[in-house]
């Protein structure tokens, strides 16, 4: 693996752990994130560092201590990376409709393919398992503009 993409995806992990001090070096301006959102968006609205950072800040706000860690990969074919990752921490409360107590254990998994272009992320698809994170916060329905 080059350094360029163990670097690229060293950083990666750090700012979903909550280390946003390369963010401005590792999501290019104008980045197209493809998800579905909490609050029903699809991700376009988050464009560029200061986007990813909030939007990654808001999701650590009820799972202050959740870490991030790499299973697979990175799977590299051109300009994409492929990881699957697990995500394990504690409910630190706050978390619209949760009725989970505070210190319940979270243990979720998901897959990020990373499109980089002069080592920068310009387009990112997630596909994680929010059911499960629902699920073991015992989310009841919530309205989307409530998330």
Known sequence: MSDDITRLVGAWKALWNGDF??????????VR???ALADGGDGSAIDDAEAMTGWVAQLR????DLV???????IVQDDLLALRWR???TYGGGFPGAGAPVGTPV???GVDLLRVHDGQIIEYWLNSDMLLL???LRVQ???????
């Open 107 to 109: 243990d979720f998994t």
């Open 33 to 35: 994130v493809r998800a």
């Open 21 to 30: 001090s390369d963010v401005d070096e590792l999501i290019a301006p104008g």
């Open 87 to 89: 995500a394990t921490g």
């Open 134 to 136: 629902l699920t073991q």
């Open 61 to 64: 706000g009820p799972l202050p």
């Open 68 to 74: 991030f860690d790499i299973e697979v990969g990175p």
């Open 141 to 147: 329905s919530v309205e989307p503009s409530a998330v």
